[in-house]
């Protein structure tokens, strides 16, 4: 199962833990969409980054897709004018319908991820086109050379402390790979939760957010570590990011509502359903 589906997956019994707040933030991601088929960054434009989210949402709530999605897609060509994270963007938003071949190629003629992130968009823009993954090798290496001194991973060589978001990845793409999760992860992942809810993006940290919080619990999901322990109070994390406009806060100092911590938000909540 690709990283899309298994997410899609969980995101999808958040509704029941919603309830009758389902509808408001039906009524939200809706209202994000755009005419040309796309979904609206925090400007109020048009991105591809945010019409990926926004298609997550939709389907973790059984919408149906936007009319115009194919055509919007369509202008971008085999995504030669993107970059690499805006191309995989592409790639995801393509999944949920028929991807062409061309963008498989596009894909090919990329560099070599250096970083966490890049390694698991790679693969997941793999999943995403059907394509056939490549020699995960350097992938692999690449991981090795970012992991941290406290045993976890970064997005850089010889940091002392790795991050949330960087181990999170690295568990979901090794577990993926087929290749053994390092034991120390689920422990070191867990010790991001605050006593009070919600993960922190890497030790130290001093608050937690939405983002950390979401891709955590999916990965520890992942591993099989139990939740039991931690579910109510991020419970708590999660209805003090909510407003009744249908939309989630990324943080507690975050004044913006958006599709992308709105899927994050679902993600989390299917977990914790």
């Known amino acids: 199962m690709s990283f899309r589906l298994e997410m899609l997956q969980a995101a999808r019994r958040a509704p029941a833990r919603l309830g009758e707040s389902a509808g408001l933030v039906r009524q939200f991601v809706r209202g994000q969409q755009l005419p040309d088929g796309s979904f609206r960054d925090r400007s109020g434009r048009s991105d591809i980054y945010y019409t990926v989210f926004g ?26 004018q993107l970059d690499f994270v805006h191309f995989t963007c592409l790639a995801r938003c393509w999944s949920v319908l ?6 498989a190629q596009r894909l090919a003629a990329f560099p070599p991820p250096q970083t966490v992130y890049d390694c698991y968009l790679a693969c997941g823009a ?6 056939p993954l490549p020699d995960t090798g350097p992938w692999l290496r690449c991981l090795e050379s970012l992991r941290s001194g406290d045993g976890a991973y970064g997005n850089a060589p010889g940091l002392l402390l790795g991050s949330t ?50 891709t955590a619990l999916h990965a520890l999901a992942g591993l099989r570590v139990p939740l039991d322990g931690i ?43």
């Open 165 to 214: 978001l960087a181990t999170a990845a690295a568990a979901m793409l090794l577990r993926h790979l087929g290749v053994a999760v390092p034991t120390e992860l689920g422990p070191w992942l867990l010790a991001q939760c605050r006593p009070e809810g919600g993960f922190v993006a890497m030790p130290r940290a001093p608050v937690p957010d939405l983002l950390s919080t979401a």
């Open 126 to 131: 793999h999943q995403d086109l059907q394509a």
């Open 98 to 103: 028929q991807p062409p071949a061309s963008l």
């Open 231 to 273: 579910t109510e109070p991020c419970l708590d994390f999660l209805d003090s990011l909510w407003s009744n406009e249908g939309g989630f806060h990324g943080h507690w100092a975050d004044e913006h509502l958006d599709v992308e911590y709105t899927s994050y938000a679902l993600l989390a909540l299917g977990h914790l359903a």
């Open 55 to 80: 298609l997550g949402c939709l389907q973790a709530l059984q919408e149906p897709l936007p009319p115009n999605l194919e055509q919007y897609l369509q202008s971008f060509g085999d995504g030669a």
